[in-house]
């Protein structure tokens, strides 16, 4: 992301709409991938509530994948630590 736009809460509130959308689909939660260069990406996500999952589909063979979810009902499945 360009830095003249960082820290403005934009990409909060993309996510929140993003959120939002998803819970009035009848998502449970949402899942995700980033990657190991993308340190800034990563903590937002955490920040946000998000948690280490085990890789899935075509991220699974990728050594700079971290695959994240987040549950919409605000509960938590077992976490893996990642």
């Given at each position: 992301?360009?830095?003249?736009?960082?820290?403005?809460?934009?990409?909060?509130s993309?996510?929140?709409?993003?959120?939002a959308?998803?819970?009035?689909?009848?998502?449970?939660?949402?899942?995700?991938?980033?990657?190991?260069?993308?340190?800034?990406?990563?903590?937002?996500?955490?920040?946000?509530?998000?948690?280490?999952?085990?890789?899935?589909g075509?991220?699974?063979?990728?050594?700079?994948?971290?695959?994240?979810?987040?549950?919409?009902?605000?509960?938590k499945?077992?976490?893996?630590?990642?």
């Amino acid at each position: 992301m360009d830095q003249a736009y960082r820290n403005q809460g934009i990409a909060h509130s993309i996510l929140n709409e993003l959120e939002a959308r998803a819970k009035r689909l009848k998502f449970r939660q949402i899942r995700l991938e980033a990657g190991e260069v993308q340190p800034e990406a990563l903590r937002f996500y955490r920040k946000h509530g998000f948690y280490g999952i085990e890789k899935y589909g075509e991220y699974v063979d990728s050594e700079s994948s971290v695959c994240l979810e987040k549950r919409l009902g605000g509960q938590k499945e077992e976490e893996t630590g990642l």
